[in-house]
């Protein structure tokens, strides 16, 4: 099923994410993910995230499919030329994954393998493209498909809380005219800021989720601040946080902070994609307690 | 040693705006330039009488030398609304940022060759990839000044204007953003989406 048709239907669609392991057993991630996850409509399976080298997304997200969950598979530029990515988007589409998520990719320096090469042969934009490309029945260099199209659900990721808005706002369109169907945000802690974006967002006409991080503790906040592009944790949450040490630590607090920033942007915008970092067992209580 | 090859002339023309400005560097040694080709698209403009002046000098990308050049011709340059450079991709960067708020266009694509790769200093750098895309990014090179060398808007990885690789680094597509936005050329993001093509070798590209 391609999360379009819940968009075109005017529903409230709610993804999460995980994380493909380092090392041949999935279990523990699809344990994880149907015993946390079952009740929302889709799991994005990350693409070697931070540039760390671990287990490729679509053997994961066949993982998670067979165990009943519908998956999204975000795909980067990072590690694979214009022949690779067509490849892998005609095998996940024979597959039956009809999910995608488009993104350039961190670079290689930012992760475990440093020394390694950094392709972006292609970028989010011109992935779009490309996939768009092959649903039209022809490859990017024109070539023409054997048999039946695919046909994806073509997501890619937007950063609301950026330094600069107007720039962001000017790949978001680039994505647009590229062919994107939705896209999902950086994790937002300043829904004021989120509001504002999407106002400005509106005139694409294309269906928004936002993103969230459950905050976890004062010291990832910060880091968050300092390290993460778009994120920035205002210092009356640090202190929310703060207050108390045990609350915090049982998530209470962070589940809390997570369900307001949603209760306060779910008018302005089509769905949440909610980025657990490890805290998936937390996900139903946040669902519930902003009221999805 | 690098080749620069004259853009096609209706592409160039679509780009001009209003009265020209050309500034034609015939380069080091090392470059191998189309100068009657040039020269004649240079004729040709200056018929139709809207070519403000022109200068032909050598070593552009030298910014001190290119300030004195372009001192006593300084009125002729704000009477035009294009400066057209034909160059290489060094010579046009180094043109676009001493005249920040005027519409510098390339006129060549610079191609490279084996071999020594001349004096030209490295303020600036062109990656002789033989398909220039300072036209549609504010005369900065986004293969050169972007750590991806992306070629259709910024990443999502600057922090503070910064890069996500190096933090001493400007995010070029920041940089080239706020340049767009200067010279009012906002509307090039609207291009259609671009593709890089590794294959400029003559036999292939054609």
């Given at each position: ?292 | ?58 070593y552009i990308c030298n910014p001190d030398f290119l300030q ?21 991709g060094v010579g046009?960067q180094t043109v676009s940022s001493y ?20 004096v030209t200093p490295l303020e600036h750098d062109c ?13 900065i090179c986004?293969?050169t000044a ?61």
């Open positions: 099923m391609r999360i379009t048709e819940l968009f075109d239907n005017g529903e409230f669609v709610v993804t999460a994410e995980v994380g493909p392991p380092k090392g041949i057993c999935v279990d523990h991630v699809v344990e994880e993910a149907k015993s946390y996850l079952s009740g929302i409509t889709a799991v994005n399976v990350t693409d070697n995230q931070s540039s760390v080298m671990r287990m490729g997304s679509l053997p994961a997200c066949i993982a998670l499919k067979n165990a009943g969950l519908t998956p999204i598979l975000q795909l980067t530029c990072r590690d694979r030329n214009r022949i690779a990515l067509q490849s892998e988007l005609l095998g996940a589409a024979m597959l039956g994954i009809d999910n995608i998520l488009c993104l350039t990719g961190d670079h290689t320096k930012m992760g475990d393998h440093p020394g390694a090469k950094p392709v972006f042969d292609l970028d989010s934009v011109s992935l779009l493209h490309t996939v768009k490309q092959l649903e039209s029945g022809v490859d990017l260099a024109g070539n023409p498909l054997v048999g039946e199209a695919p046909k994806f659900a073509k997501g890619a990721v937007v950063s609301p809380c950026s330094d600069s808005i107007d720039a962001q706002l000017a790949k978001m369109e680039r994505k647009v005219m590229a062919g994107c169907d939705y896209f999902q945000t950086q994790a937002v802690f300043e829904p004021e800021k989120f509001i504002k974006f999407m106002e400005a967002a509106k005139q694409f006409g294309k269906p928004v989720q936002l993103g969230v991080i459950i905050p976890k503790s004062v010291g990832m906040c910060k880091f968050m601040n300092n390290n993460v592009a778009g994120v920035h944790v205002p210092d009356d949450m640090l202190e929310e946080l703060r207050a108390d040490k045990e609350k915090t630590k049982a998530g209470i607090t962070g589940v809390e902070i997570a369900a307001r920033i949603i209760k306060e942007c779910k008018p302005y915008c089509q769905g949440v994609h909610i980025m657990a970092l490890g805290w998936e067992s937390k996900v139903p209580a946040l669902l519930e307690k902003a009221g999805i | 040693m690098l080749i620069t090859e004259m853009k096609v002339g209706e592409t160039l023309r679509s780009l001009i705006q209003g009265k020209v400005f050309t500034i034609i560097c015939h380069g080091c040694r090392e470059v191998r330039f189309p100068e009657q080709e040039v020269n004649a698209f240079v004729r040709e403009l200056a018929a139709e009488g809207i070519v403000t002046g022109t200068i032909t000098t050598d004195m050049r372009l001192k006593g011709r300084m009125a002729e340059i704000e009477d035009a609304d294009t400066i057209l450079v034909f160059s290489c046009v005249l920040e708020d005027k519409r510098v266009i390339a006129g060549c694509d610079t191609y490279a060759l084996p071999g020594y790769q001349g990656d002789q990839c033989g398909q220039c895309y300072l036209n549609l990014t504010g005369g986004p293969l972007c750590s991806k060398s992306l070629i259709n808007g910024q990443c999502g990885g600057a922090k503070n204007g910064k890069c996500e690789v190096d933090s001493n680094m400007d995010c070029g597509w920041e940089r080239i953003y706020r340049r767009l936005e200067k010279i009012g050329r906002l509307d090039v993001l609207k291009c259609p989406v671009q593709l890089r093509n590794y294959a400029t070798d003559d036999e292939v590209s054609r």
